[in-house]
């Protein structure tokens, strides 16, 4: 099992930044992709970002040349660094990853972000 802890969210204004960091315990070995989805009240869950243990990105188009995704693979961390945050950011982050062996997907607990003015 692959043990996933945010942190790095909070309030912050409208065209403000945050940055969120995870990082994984636990069976580590076998992870291969990491990052972020975002779950906004009354909607469903959705991708941000995730990147592969070879560098490969992927990011939803709203938040394409807003937010960055990186990683440490050898500190088994994930950090998603979010600019020009808009109130449509609002939602609580998830940390994510997928294993190459079962269970292939973990979750964090999940971060609050609230972009208000």
């Known amino acids: 099992q692959v043990q996933l802890v945010e942190s790095g969210g909070g309030l912050v204004q409208p065209g403000g930044s945050l940055r969120l960091s995870c990082a994984a315990s636990?069976?580590?070995?076998?992870?291969?992709?990491m990052g972020w989805y975002r779950q906004a009240p009354g909607k469903q869950r959705e991708l941000v970002a995730t990147?592969?243990?070879?560098?490969?990105?992927n990011y939803a188009d709203s938040v394409k040349g807003r937010f960055t995704i990186s990683r440490e693979i050898a500190k088994n961390t994930v950090y998603l660094q979010m600019n020009s945050l808009k109130p449509e950011d609002t939602a609580v982050y998830y940390c994510y990853a997928w294993r190459t062996l079962l269970p292939r997907e973990c979750w964090g607990q999940g971060t609050q972000v609230t972009v208000s003015s």
């Open positions: 990147m592969t243990n070879g560098g490969n990105t």
């Open positions: 636990g069976s580590t070995r076998n992870i291969y992709v």
